[in-house]
């Protein structure tokens, strides 16, 4: 005879915070603590919504449900596996994405700039986007949603990559207007296409960086933090071609994160405009078209 305990939602959420709680984990994908945590995990594994009542967290969870949860509360535990990774799903401006090893979990806070529409950067609103180091897709995708009119390019190296972000347009119904590139930056786009935004979050972590990280970011791509040159080598690429693929009005926004100080002693003449986040992050620069083009002797 097999015997079922019977535990309720409410239970196991409290007993997986003081779970991460009693662990050293790394919280830096998406969630800040061991309770909001447990939350993700939790409810997503149930496909209950992060503001379920009271009354539906008394419910009791049946076997199968309690040996998903078990098996996941262990994967992040003793594998150091980021949540969004073992739930498959990540929100990123206001949005929910597909998310697996094929691409970083989204994170940037690039998605706060999104949602309040770059203001009061840009002057009108864009009519060609491009994401440039895309991964899943998440700054593009959000992009096309925040501006209706939009054309979005998702460029991307890894295949992978691409195939989840077009996963990803798939649900988001944005097929029409947001396309998937497999390009070396802009190797592969055609010349003839200008920008009115070009947003990226590419690759920016040095090697003596890496090593450091802890273990939930090992779980991710490295082609997705890595860079070269004290994690400036991908930057400056783009800063050195960036002007050739903006319209003359366009604007460049680019997160550099850990490596600003570094990207500040290489470009100390470039007028970086370093940009503050109400919600938390920083090292996002922007700049325009422009001051790309007039500085561009500095990225060689
Ligand atoms: C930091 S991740 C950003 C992913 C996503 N945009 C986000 O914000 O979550 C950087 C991405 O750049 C891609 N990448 C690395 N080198 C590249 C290159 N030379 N050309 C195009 N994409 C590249 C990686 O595959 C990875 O998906």
């Given at each position: 005879m097999v015997i079922w305990l019977v535990i309720q939602?409410?239970?196991y959420l409290e007993n997986t915070v003081r779970r991460f709680e009693s662990e050293d984990l790394c919280y830096a994908h998406g969630t800040e603590n061991a309770r909001d945590e447990a939350v993700y995990l939790v409810l997503c594994t149930l496909g209950m919504p992060f503001d379920a009542d009271?009354?539906?967290?008394?419910?009791?969870?049946?076997p199968e449900q309690l040996e998903l949860l078990d098996e996941r509360v262990r994967c992040r535990i003793e594998k150091r596996i980021p949540v969004a990774y073992l739930v498959g799903k990540a929100w990123f401006a206001g949005h929910s994405f597909r998310c697996d090893e094929r691409a970083l979990i989204p994170r940037s806070p690039i998605a706060e700039l999104i949602r309040n529409r770059f203001e009061p950067l840009l002057k009108k609103n864009p009519t060609r986007i491009l994401d440039l180091c895309t991964g899943g897709g998440c700054i593009g995708i959000a992009c096309a949603l925040e501006?209706?009119?939009?054309?979005?390019d998702l460029v991307d190296i890894s295949a992978d990559a691409l195939t989840l972000a077009a996963e990803n347009v798939r649900d988001h119904r944005l097929g029409?207007?947001?396309t998937t590139w497999e390009s070396d930056l802009f190797a592969s786009l055609p010349g003839q296409v200008s920008y009115d935004l070009l947003v990226c979050n590419p690759p920016y972590v040095a090697a003596s960086e890496l090593v450091q990280l802890p273990a939930e970011f090992k779980q991710e791509p490295r082609m997705g933090l890595f860079s070269e040159e004290q994690g400036l080598a991908i930057p400056?690429?783009?800063l050195r071609q960036?002007?050739?693929?903006?319209?003359?009005?366009g604007l460049l926004i680019m997160e550099v994160g850990s490596s600003s100080e570094s990207l500040l002693a290489r470009l100390g003449a470039v007028p970086l405009l370093w940009l503050e986040f109400e919600y938390g992050g920083d090292g996002v620069f922007a700049l325009t078209a422009e001051q790309l083009q007039?500085?561009?002797e500095s990225f060689s």
């Open positions: 939602i409410a239970t009271t009354l539906s967290l008394q419910k009791p969870i049946s501006f209706t009119q939009s054309y979005v029409e207007r947001v400056v690429r783009i960036a002007a050739d693929f903006l319209s003359p009005d007039q500085y561009r």
